[in-house]
């Protein structure tokens, strides 16, 4: 149990949180949402203990084990599959304790362990996480230092659910994910068998992988029961009370403060006006929960053109004479709205460089419309921002010409304010780099908008107003994004990424949600592999051999000390009556290692059937 009682913390000065409680019950699933900057963050840090509480208390069950993922694994050389196995130090203890324990007790105690934390299977878990967050089995065995920054942060994410801690902090996990990999984790969450307190503005993850929501609002925290339409259906009731109260409050207020008014210096009622005064005083005010400043995107309109804008024959595409992507025939029209769909590395990337002409192709036809105008936004924002410039100089560097309250509206309408339209772009917030990105990307009227995760980093009410911004967006409209919420909303059309090419996707999102869970491959293949017999995939034939070898180890270990002991026990000086005491201690330990052989040989044997049955083609 999670239990929060009256805590307070200011940042500078600032009360972020104020006298806030609340508790959560062992093994429950909570989604935290709240606006940028309100202290979601801080609130995980306070719990991890990285930052002291001005007052309150926050209490865990002692010895309570809390994870998450503070940041990217480093660039080292340990590969993928030994880096996750590392996060559960408690199965490497016990193993290098193994290596040197003497005593039968002892090593008696760590094997019952290690079959309670199924320390056999440890690899294959390990790698199951890894496959379900995109890394191939050829991937797992790379060293980290062959990865990205964002790939790194899949590993961290890999480690901290294989370590399964009692308490899983996850602080915007999707959003170094793809579509495929935040449908995965959405599944893997809501089979995890401990507590989980998850920030996001997934509203598709908030809907599937929790059952309560917890709201950071005006500094205080409220645990709301259900999913996230649950919470939201519930707040806007909870909203439209508290403002029918506070117009009740605020006529009542006036018609007494309209008799205090009128009579307040007539000596025949100046008592009453008195009382009617103290009675305003005494008015406790009702207020309304803070409402999110709703910064409504609005992007301009482009002229319409004869269609396509853009038509592709027998295209190829990739990079330094390889092609990612070949045989490419597609149609785009103004008013098409495609979502790109497949794992990373698929090439979707690839195929929004090519669209918005920051990629050349290899091959094949490509004709796009006279006057045809581009806007794209990269999922990595400093990718097209320069980090030593602030909004205002992005934009007086694209229009020299305009006046700079032209400038600072065009920002304002935006959600930039007056201090960050100064800030260099190094240093605005995820959601800041976001929004001038999106201000930069559709500055000059698209008529086709290209958008790579345009909702990492932006909270709730933003994702909403992107929502309606596209809606009414007369271009067409490329998007790729891991938020199922935002492409059942704004696409009609889907395209698959996938094997090097770009194929339509007759069925709906859903249907694809269902195929990517059930690792249903409905696809055809251009090129069907012929049928060969059918055995286990890498990962398991790999944690079946080394439970195999580490079964034999401890039956070779156990039987070594069975010898020894025995040859105690048959010393025949052993028996002599002054060591009566002695004899029974060294009975009971060759007892234990007896037990401990038994079951060994067991786990072995089991381990070796389940290998030969994996081994045997079916």
Same mark, same amino acid.
């Given at each position: 149990?999670?239990?929060?009682?009256?805590?307070?913390?200011?940042?500078?000065?600032?009360?972020?949180?104020?006298?806030?409680?609340?508790?959560?019950?062992?093994?429950?699933?909570?989604?935290?949402?709240?606006?940028?900057?309100?202290?979601?963050?801080?609130?995980?840090?306070?719990?991890?203990?990285?930052?002291?509480?001005?007052?309150?208390?926050?209490?865990?069950?002692?010895?309570?084990?809390?994870?998450? *993922?503070?940041?990217?694994?480093?660039?080292?050389?340990?590969?993928?599959? $030994?880096?996750?196995?590392?996060?559960?130090?408690?199965?490497?203890?016990?193993?290098?304790?193994?290596?040197?324990?003497?005593?039968?007790?002892? =090593?008696?105690?760590?094997?019952?362990?290690?079959?309670?934390?199924?320390?056999?299977?440890?690899?294959?878990?390990?790698?199951?996480?890894?496959?379900?967050?995109?890394?191939? $089995?050829?991937?797992?065995?790379?060293?980290?230092?062959?990865?990205?920054?964002?790939? #790194?942060?899949?590993?961290?994410?890999?480690?901290?659910?294989?370590?399964?801690?009692?308490?899983?902090?996850?602080?915007?996990?999707?959003?170094?994910?793809?579509?495929?990999?935040?449908?995965?984790?959405?599944?893997?969450?809501?089979?995890?068998?401990?507590?989980?307190?998850?920030?996001?503005?997934?509203?598709?993850?908030?809907?599937?992988?929790?059952?309560?929501?917890?709201?950071?609002?005006?500094?205080?925290?409220?645990?709301?029961?259900?999913?996230?339409?649950?919470?939201?259906?519930?707040?806007?009731?909870?909203?439209? *009370?508290?403002?029918?109260?506070?117009?009740?409050?605020?006529?009542?207020?006036?018609?007494?403060?309209?008799?205090?008014?009128?009579?307040?210096?007539?000596?025949?009622?100046?008592?009453?006006?008195?009382?009617?005064?103290?009675?305003?005083?005494?008015?406790?005010? =009702?207020?309304?929960?803070?409402?999110?400043?709703?910064?409504?995107?609005?992007?301009?309109?482009?002229?319409?053109?004869?269609?396509?804008?853009?038509?592709?024959?027998?295209?190829?595409?990739?990079? $330094?004479?390889?092609?990612?992507?070949?045989?490419?025939?597609?149609?785009?029209?103004?008013?098409?709205? =495609?979502?790109?769909?497949?794992?990373?590395?698929?090439?979707?990337?690839?195929?929004?460089?090519?669209?918005?002409?920051?990629?050349?192709?290899?091959?094949?036809?490509?004709?796009?419309?006279?006057?045809?105008?581009?806007?794209?936004?990269?999922?990595?924002?400093?990718?097209?921002?320069?980090?030593?410039?602030?909004?205002?100089?992005?934009?007086?560097?694209?229009?020299?010409?305009?006046?700079?309250?032209?400038?600072?509206?065009?920002?304002?309408?935006?959600?930039?304010?007056?201090?960050?339209?100064?800030?260099?772009?190094?240093?605005?917030?995820?959601?800041?780099?976001? #929004?001038?990105?999106?201000?930069?990307?559709?500055?000059?009227?698209?008529?086709?908008? =290209?958008?790579?995760?345009?909702?990492?980093?932006?909270?709730?009410?933003?994702?909403?107003?992107?929502?309606? &911004?596209?809606?009414?967006?007369?271009?067409?409209?490329?998007?790729?994004?891991?938020?199922?919420?935002?492409?059942?909303?704004?696409?009609?059309?889907?395209?698959?990424?996938?094997?090097?090419?770009?194929?339509?996707?007759?069925?709906?999102?859903?249907?694809? #949600?269902?195929?990517?869970?059930?690792?249903?491959?409905?696809?055809?293949?251009?090129?069907?592999?012929?049928?060969?017999?059918?055995?286990?995939?890498?990962?398991?034939?790999?944690?079946?051999?080394?439970?195999?070898?580490?079964?034999?180890?401890?039956?070779?270990?156990?039987?070594?000390?069975?010898?020894?002991?025995?040859?105690?026990? &048959?010393?025949? $000086?052993?028996?002599?009556?002054?060591?009566?005491?002695?004899?029974?201690?060294?009975?009971?330990?060759?007892?234990?290692?007896?037990?401990?052989?038994?079951?060994?040989?067991?786990?072995?044997?089991?381990?070796?059937?389940?290998?030969?049955?994996?081994?045997?083609?079916?």
């Amino acid at each position: 149990m999670l239990r929060i009682s009256d805590i307070s913390y200011a940042v500078d000065g600032r009360p972020l949180i104020e006298n806030a409680s609340v508790t959560i019950p062992a093994g429950h699933k909570v989604g935290m949402v709240g606006r940028n900057g309100t202290g979601k963050t801080t609130l995980f840090r306070l719990i991890r203990g990285e930052l002291t509480l001005e007052t309150g208390t926050i209490t865990l069950p002692k010895k309570a084990r809390i994870g998450g *993922v503070a940041q990217e694994v480093p660039a080292s050389a340990t590969s993928l599959i $030994d880096t996750v196995l590392a996060a559960d130090t408690e199965r490497l203890a016990l193993l290098s304790e193994a290596e040197t324990a003497t005593d039968p007790t002892r =090593i008696a105690d760590i094997q019952t362990r290690l079959g309670d934390i199924d320390a056999w299977s440890a690899e294959a878990r390990a790698a199951t996480i890894l496959k379900g967050l995109g890394f191939d $089995d050829p991937d797992q065995t790379r060293p980290c230092a062959d990865f990205s920054g964002g790939w #790194r942060m899949r590993v961290a994410l890999a480690a901290v659910l294989f370590a399964a801690p009692d308490l899983l902090l996850l602080d915007e996990p999707t959003n170094y994910l793809d579509l495929e990999g935040a449908l995965w984790l959405e599944a893997y969450l809501a089979r995890y068998p401990h507590s989980v307190l998850l920030i996001s503005h997934d509203r598709g993850l908030l809907n599937r992988a929790v059952g309560s929501i917890l709201h950071l609002e005006d500094r205080k925290l409220t645990l709301y029961q259900g999913n996230y339409d649950t919470f939201a259906a519930t707040r806007a009731a909870r909203i439209a *009370v508290a403002e029918a109260e506070a117009r009740k409050q605020a006529a009542r207020k006036a018609h007494l403060q309209s008799f205090v008014d009128r009579f307040r210096y007539k000596a025949s009622k100046a008592v009453q006006a008195q009382s009617r005064l103290k009675m305003i005083e005494r008015m406790t005010p =009702i207020t309304t929960p803070q409402e999110a400043a709703l910064k409504a995107f609005s992007f301009p309109a482009p002229e319409e053109l004869s269609p396509p804008i853009i038509a592709m024959e027998g295209v190829s595409v990739g990079y $330094d004479g390889q092609a990612v992507l070949s045989q490419l025939d597609l149609r785009i029209d103004q008013d098409d709205r =495609i979502a790109l769909l497949g794992k990373n590395g698929e090439g979707k990337s690839t195929l929004s460089k090519l669209l918005s002409g920051r990629l050349a192709k290899m091959g094949g036809s490509m004709t796009s419309a006279a006057k045809l105008r581009i806007g794209y936004f990269a999922q990595h924002q400093l990718d097209e921002l320069n980090a030593d410039e602030t909004p205002i100089q992005h934009l007086q560097r694209l229009r020299p010409k305009e006046l700079p309250g032209k400038i600072r509206t065009r920002l304002g309408g935006f959600g930039i304010g007056a201090d960050q339209a100064e800030t260099v772009a190094a240093r605005l917030s995820g959601g800041q780099k976001a #929004r001038l990105s999106l201000l930069l990307a559709t500055l000059d009227a698209p008529h086709l908008l =290209i958008l790579d995760e345009p909702t990492n980093h932006l909270d709730m009410e933003s994702r909403e107003a992107l929502v309606e &911004a596209l809606t009414a967006y007369t271009g067409a409209v490329i998007l790729v994004s891991h938020d199922m919420h935002l492409l059942s909303l704004v696409a009609d059309r889907l395209w698959l990424v996938r094997d090097g090419r770009v194929r339509v996707f007759d069925e709906d999102l859903e249907a694809y #949600r269902r195929l990517l869970l059930s690792r249903e491959d409905r696809e055809k293949k251009p090129k069907p592999k012929p049928a060969r017999p059918r055995r286990a995939d890498r990962e398991t034939l790999i944690a079946l051999r080394a439970e195999v070898r580490k079964g034999e180890a401890r039956v070779t270990k156990l039987n070594d000390m069975r010898d020894k002991l025995a040859a105690k026990l &048959a010393n025949p $000086d052993l028996y002599d009556d002054s060591r009566r005491g002695e004899v029974e201690v060294w009975q009971r330990k060759y007892g234990e290692v007896m037990e401990a052989l038994e079951r060994a040989e067991t786990l072995w044997m089991s381990a070796l059937e389940r290998l030969e049955t994996a081994e045997t083609p079916g």
